[in-house]
């Protein structure tokens, strides 16, 4: 049955928040001499108020992750007297993702650090991560984003503030394909050094740096990155993060991050905003696998098969694997004009053709009735290309 799109795939007020601040940060960035210095830090306590986030069987995460951030204030603001600290919140209270980081544009901050705690229905799992800004890859990660982005329906009149988005579409994250550039390179940094502190010097399971489509860090406008410190869902997790000495560990290892990121920047002889070429590493597919929800992520390291042409399309891939498949497969019964691209070692397949991303969208949610994990992608003559780049081509 034929479902008919309602709403703009790529809403209006993301794509004016991508300009505002693609063309503030590359003002501020050329603004900044070579004796920049790092004079204004923002902290951000996740959730509060009406919205406690993840709970455990004795604690909260927005109680847990408050404690955290007034302590990593306290370490900033004794060992960095010429750092301004500036909090969200410092008590229970319920602030909005665009006010959070208005706070942070408002007052000119370097870097935004937003502290948060996991939660999953599975108690075993656990571990830190640090999230920036970019698309996410896999399903897990998507659930991550969900969650965090989900706080706006809590809003009064959020749809005034995120005019189209939904936080349970994965079309309505194609805009930070776009943004992930901005400050990419400094915020992966910091997101690596803290890393390094929890795994090293806290001795916590360090489950990486990932990329998340994050609204809280796409409306700042300077490096920022988002600290999962545990799993309150975890009974260890959650004693350890309760404890004053849990806390302790993970605010100073953030604090002792903050000041290696801070040597690293003013040290360098000028401040540059992130380039294309500073990526996280990429995971090959193996095996049978269905779509991966992330959109153009996947695509991109691709090398187009063909020397690319002037037409872009649009399609919808719906399975990869390491061995080609038949088009006469059960896989792809009762679909026509199956298409086969080979990049590398996988064969992928996809389906459909639209010049413009939008009308491929109603066919994608058709697709995905069959093939759920079914996504986007971008061809460029017998080529596939990266999804932002065709965004861009064709808008």
Same mark, same amino acid.
């Given at each position: 049955?034929?479902?008919?799109?309602?709403?703009?795939?790529?809403?209006?007020?993301?794509?004016?928040?991508?300009?505002?601040?693609?063309?503030?940060?590359?003002?501020?960035?050329?603004?900044?001499?070579?004796?920049?210095?790092?004079?204004?830090?923002?902290?951000?306590?996740?959730?509060?108020?009406?919205?406690?986030?993840?709970?455990?069987?004795?604690?909260?995460?927005?109680?847990?992750?408050?404690?955290?951030?007034?302590?990593?204030?306290?370490?900033?603001?004794?060992?960095?007297?010429?750092?301004?600290?500036?909090?969200?919140?410092?008590?229970?209270?319920?602030?909005?993702?665009?006010?959070?980081?208005?706070?942070?544009?408002?007052?000119?901050?370097?870097?935004?650090?937003?502290?948060?705690?996991?939660?999953?229905?599975?108690?075993?799992?656990?571990?830190?991560?640090?999230?920036?800004?970019?698309?996410?890859?896999?399903?897990?990660?998507?659930?991550?984003?969900?969650?965090?982005?989900?706080?706006? *329906?809590? $809003?009064?009149?959020?749809? &005034?503030?995120?005019?189209?988005?939904?936080?349970?579409? %994965? =079309?309505?994250?194609?805009? !930070?394909?776009?943004?992930?550039?901005?400050?990419?390179?400094?915020?992966?940094?910091?997101?690596?050094?803290?890393?390094?502190?929890?795994?090293?010097?806290?001795?916590?399971?360090?489950?990486?740096?990932?990329?998340?489509?994050?609204?809280?860090?796409?409306?700042?406008?300077?490096?920022?990155? *988002?600290? $999962?410190?545990?799993?309150? &869902?975890?009974?260890?997790?959650?004693?350890?993060?309760? %404890? =004053?000495?849990?806390?302790? !560990?993970?605010?100073?290892?953030?604090?002792?991050?903050?000041?290696?990121?801070?040597?690293?920047?003013?040290?360098?002889?000028?401040?540059?905003?992130?380039?294309?070429?500073?990526?996280?590493?990429?995971?090959?597919?193996?095996?049978?696998?269905?779509?991966?929800?992330?959109?153009?992520?996947?695509?991109?390291?691709?090398?187009?098969?063909?020397?690319?042409?002037?037409?872009?399309?649009?399609?919808?891939?719906?399975?990869?694997?390491?061995?080609?498949?038949?088009?006469?497969?059960?896989?792809?019964?009762?679909?026509?004009?199956?298409?086969?691209?080979?990049?590398?070692?996988?064969?992928?397949?996809?389906?459909?053709?639209?010049?413009?991303?939008?009308?491929?969208?109603?066919?994608?949610?058709?697709?995905?009735?069959?093939?759920?994990?079914?996504?986007?992608?971008?061809?460029?003559?017998?080529?596939?290309?990266?999804?932002?780049?065709?965004?861009?081509?064709?808008?």
């Amino acid at each position: 049955m034929n479902k008919k799109y309602v709403g703009p795939v790529i809403p209006v007020v993301l794509v004016w928040i991508f300009i505002h601040l693609l063309f503030a940060s590359s003002i501020q960035a050329q603004e900044k001499d070579n004796g920049y210095k790092i004079r204004t830090v923002v902290i951000d306590p996740g959730h509060g108020g009406k919205d406690p986030g993840s709970a455990g069987k004795q604690a909260t995460e927005k109680e847990v992750v408050l404690a955290i951030a007034l302590k990593l204030g306290k370490y900033m603001e004794s060992s960095m007297p010429d750092v301004r600290v500036i909090y969200t919140r410092k008590t229970d209270e319920f602030i909005p993702l665009h006010e959070r980081a208005e706070i942070a544009n408002s007052n000119k901050a370097d870097l935004f650090i937003s502290i948060h705690a996991n939660g999953t229905p599975n108690p075993l799992v656990s571990g830190t991560e640090t999230l920036v800004l970019g698309l996410h890859r896999a399903g897990e990660n998507f659930e991550v984003a969900k969650k965090e982005n989900g706080v706006i *329906l809590l $809003e009064d009149d959020y749809n &005034t503030h995120y005019e189209g988005f939904d936080p349970n579409s %994965s =079309e309505s994250y194609i805009i !930070f394909s776009l943004m992930q550039n901005l400050y990419f390179k400094q915020s992966f940094n910091i997101a690596s050094l803290i890393q390094e502190q929890f795994r090293d010097r806290a001795h916590r399971k360090d489950r990486s740096v990932k990329q998340q489509g994050l609204l809280v860090l796409a409306r700042t406008s300077m490096p920022g990155v *988002l600290i $999962e410190t545990g799993f309150i &869902t975890n009974p260890d997790e959650e004693k350890y993060l309760m %404890s =004053e000495e849990g806390q302790d !560990f993970i605010a100073s290892a953030i604090f002792r991050a903050f000041r290696d990121y801070r040597k690293i920047i003013e040290s360098r002889s000028s401040f540059t905003l992130a380039s294309r070429s500073d990526r996280l590493p990429e995971t090959a597919d193996s095996g049978m696998v269905t779509a991966d929800l992330s959109g153009g992520q996947l695509q991109e390291n691709l090398e187009p098969l063909q020397k690319p042409g002037p037409k872009v399309e649009f399609k919808i891939q719906i399975a990869a694997s390491t061995k080609p498949i038949s088009r006469d497969s059960h896989v792809f019964k009762g679909l026509t004009g199956v298409t086969e691209y080979r990049v590398g070692d996988i064969y992928k397949y996809a389906v459909g053709s639209s010049p413009t991303f939008q009308d491929i969208i109603p066919f994608s949610k058709q697709i995905r009735e069959r093939f759920p994990d079914a996504f986007i992608i971008a061809v460029k003559e017998s080529g596939l290309i990266p999804l932002d780049q065709a965004l861009q081509e064709t808008q």
